[in-house]
Every structure is written in C-alpha cells, then in structure tokens.
C-alpha cells in the first residue's frame, strides 16, 4: 500500500510552474459575484414586471366604453389624478391632486374597511371548508416573511393591509396543510365604471364567464418566469372579479417561490432558486373564484 | 467578501495551490486541465468562503469541490480522453520515468470514480470513511473500487520494480 502512495507522490514530484495566479482568480471572483448579484436583481426585476404587467394589462382589455388602464381617468396608475400621472410626482412623497377624486373612488376610512374585508375573507374561506374533516382544513394565516410586502400590515392576525381607498387593499397569506403551503395574494382596487375585464391570452387556458348579476370572472394559470433560465417551471393561478359596483378583486395564488440565497458579503444577494413549496395550489380555480366573489370582499359595503 | 476575508481566503489558496494542484493532477493527468479544475474549486471556494472557513474541515469541501469539477469536465463532450498507447515522452530524471508514467498510465486506465478512490486513499491519505464522505457514496463502495484499483495497479508497480532492479 505505502509504495502506491510512494508511486504517486513521485509522480508529481516536479510540478511546472503554476499558471494560476491568485490576484486574478480574486478578480474573477469577484466579477462572478457583481455578475450574479445583477443577474439577480434583473431577474427579480423582470418577474415583478411580468406580474404588475399580468395583472395590470387584464382590465386593459376592456371593450367599446372601457377604459384601459393609464389612460386618463383610469384610476390605475394614479387613482386621484384624471388628468394622468404627473412626470414630476417626487418619489416617496404622496401626490397632491390638484383636483378633487373622481366621485367613483370608495369613501369608506381604511381603519373599518381593513376589519370587515378580514371578517369577510375569513368567513369565506371557513366556509369554503364547512363540513370537512379538520385535517383537509389549510391553515391560513398571514405571510409576514413576505419582504415585498414591506409596506404595512395591518396587525397581527389581521389579514388585509391597507394600500389607501383610493389604491385598494392588498392581503398575502399562506396556506399551510399536511403537503406543504402556497401562497396567497388578495387585490382589490376600484375600477372606473364602465371597466371590463378578459383573458389576456387567447389560448383556451383562460376562461371567461359573466355571472347573472353582471359579475365577469376570468380564470387563469399562467407562468411565473423571470430573465433567469434557472427559474422557469412555475405557475400562478389567477382568478379576477370585477363587480359591477367597480370593485376590482384578484386573487392570485402559487405553490412556487423564488428564494435567494445570502451572498458573500455583508447585506449581498446569491443566486435565486424556484422552489416547489406544494406539489400543487392547495385551491382549484374555482375555489378561487368563490372566494373572489365573496358578497363582502367589496370596497363599495 | 470583506477584505478580512479576502486576506484569509487569499492565505489559504497560497498555502493548499500546491498540494490542490498535484491532486488535480492525479485525477486528470494533464496540468493545464488541473489548473482549470483548480481555478474552478478556487472560486467556488471563494463564492462560500464564509461557510466554508467555519467548517472544521475546510480541507474536505475544498477536495470534493475539486473532485465535482473533475467529474463535471469529464462529462463535457470536448474534454473525452482518447484512447492511446502511452503517454506522450517527458523531459525528467531517467530513474523515475519509468515508475511515474507507468503510474500516471495505469491511473489513467482506471474508471473515474476507481481513479479517484485511489488518490484520495493512497495520496490524500484519507481513510475509507473520509473518502466515502468526499465521494458520497458508501464505505463499502470505497473498499471495493480500492480492492479492484489496487489489484490492477499493484502487477503494473511490481513489473516496474523489477526492471528497476
């Protein structure tokens, strides 16, 4: 055995000089990181403009009296300006219309909106469960660790936080049961009158329906992709009501989530994987939907 | 990486070059493609440094990074190895050449996996279980692929001591 050993160490008794030199393989180093931390931040970049666009492009499909979403009046892009959004609107400072809100924003104060879409949102999903066993029951609870949701929560155990009546209302939560949990994200915001939701795709993926009382439901499973080829496979169920009060309710749930890792130095991003948090949604789009079309999830009570 | 950091990393890459080098070099015969797996395990060295240099046994994530770097060139088509009759003529003292190609040979007619076994067992001098642990597979894995490697090897350095003598 020791002359294998011995044999080996022979072998490489007289290496040639190396041709790694260290200074360069740091320099390299550190570029890898730089390239993997812009990697990173585009990749996220793109992803939360491929879903702003998703959700925001929806009620731009709207008919002959619809009115698309930017365009003056809208309400989207800046609820309380008709006029558009102002080029000059200083960031973090909250825009002063220079005009009075369109009569059609909801005037109920965000302080007893907050509890009563809670109350509601709560009693529907104990309802979409009534009668069965405690086990099949998801626990639902609100995502707290949700960092891009940085911008307020309501409290504890209160599941709607407040974006202001005039943007609407924002809730993420988690369902949690024996597999695994996915991740919920309820939006209301009010639309002008005269809106109108569609698919956004035509392939027949996307359903359309107009319920009798003039309620459109669209439901969809669509990719959730980012510039990174590492980060393809998942899927958003999206669900969207537009009532006929103007009330603009998405619900939009995954089981897929996008984790980085910590990076080298101090406050730095690593790389970002998708990870499989359920095998599947733990609800149909059709619970979806009779969770979004829930009488109380309304901003016009 | 703070600069603290870089300075430790940076020592440890001067001290273990050499050492990281010469087991490259067991695994793929070539210096140059050792420099490149080297430089590779180097940098992901670099990219985990943080964790890595808490560990107990730095030493060991270092290796079996080396040995993923191996593995993975081996699998790139380009990076095939050709089958030849012997390796090419190298300039050295005329006693040795005959032990180091005959070894540098019969490694590089050993399997993968066997050739590694032998290196990590009999160059590293890691024991069964530490080798089992850098290749991730299991003791009794290691125990046979030696038994195997050895067997092979052992005929070819006994015929080289004979000339020798």
């Known amino acids: ?301 | 990486m703070t600069a603290a950091e870089e300075a430790a990393f940076r020592e440890y890459v001067v001290h273990r070059m050499d050492g990281l080098r010469r087991l490259a070099y067991l695994l793929c015969g070539d210096w140059h493609t050792a420099d490149d797996l080297v430089s590779v395990a180097l940098l992901k060295l670099m990219r985990h440094w943080r964790r890595v240099s808490a560990m107990e046994q730095p030493d060991a994530y270092v290796r079996r990074m080396l040995l993923r770097a191996w593995l993975d060139e081996r699998r790139r088509p380009w990076r095939r190895e050709f089958p030849a009759e012997a390796l090419p003529d190298r300039a050295g003292d005329p006693v040795d050449v005959a032990t180091r190609l005959s070894m540098l040979a019969q490694l590089a007619e050993l399997p993968p996996r066997r050739r590694a076994v032998v290196v990590l067992r009999y160059f590293c001098d890691l024991s069964v279980e530490e080798t089992a642990q850098t290749l991730g597979c299991s003791s009794g894995t290691v125990k046979s692929q030696t038994a195997r490697a050895l067997e092979a090897l052992r005929d070819r350095l006994v015929g080289v001591s004979t000339v020798e003598d």
Not at chain 1, 11 to 37: C, F, K, N, Y
Not at chain 1, 118 to 141: E, I
Not at chain 1, 257 to 273: C, L, N, V, W, Y
Request: some cysteine; charged content about 15%; overall charge neutral.
């Open chain 1, 1 to 301: 055995m020791d002359e294998i050993g011995e044999a080996l160490r022979r072998a490489v008794a007289d290496p040639p000089p190396s041709g790694i030199e260290v200074d360069a393989l740091i320099d390299r180093g550190h570029r890898a990181a730089r390239r993997r931390r812009w990697t990173t931040a585009a990749g996220v970049c793109a992803a939360a403009a491929v879903v702003l666009l998703g959700i925001a492009s929806v009620p731009a499909l709207s008919g002959p009296g619809g009115v698309p979403v930017g365009a003056p009046g809208s309400g989207s892009a800046t609820p309380s300006d008709p006029g558009g959004t102002p080029s000059d609107w200083p960031s973090g400072k909250p825009y002063q219309s220079p005009q009075p809100p369109p009569t059609w924003l909801p005037t109920e104060p965000a302080a007893r909106a907050v509890p009563r879409l809670d109350t509601a949102f709560s009693r529907a999903m104990s309802a979409l469960y009534a009668g069965q066993p405690a086990g099949r029951v998801p626990v639902f609870s609100p995502a707290l660790d949700g960092s891009s949701w940085s911008d307020g929560l309501g409290g504890p155990g209160v599941v709607f936080f407040v974006g202001g009546p005039e943007a609407g209302y924002k809730a993420l939560l988690r369902l949690t049961d024996a597999q695994g949990y996915s991740t919920v994200t309820v939006i209301l915001a009010p639309n002008p009158p005269g809106s109108k939701i569609g698919c956004a795709r035509t392939d027949s993926a996307c359903q359309y329906t107009v319920q009798p009382d003039g309620t459109a439901v669209v439901r969809d499973i669509v990719p959730l992709t980012v510039a990174s080829a590492d980060l393809t496979g998942g899927h958003m169920s999206i669900v969207e009501v537009l009532r006929p009060d103007g009330t603009h309710v998405t619900i939009i749930e995954t089981s897929d989530e996008i984790r980085t890792d910590p990076g080298t130095a101090p406050g730095s991003k690593g790389p970002s994987h998708l990870v499989r948090t359920r095998p599947a949604p733990t609800l149909t789009l059709d619970q979806l939907a009779r969770l979004a079309v829930t009488a109380g999830l309304t901003l016009r009570p």
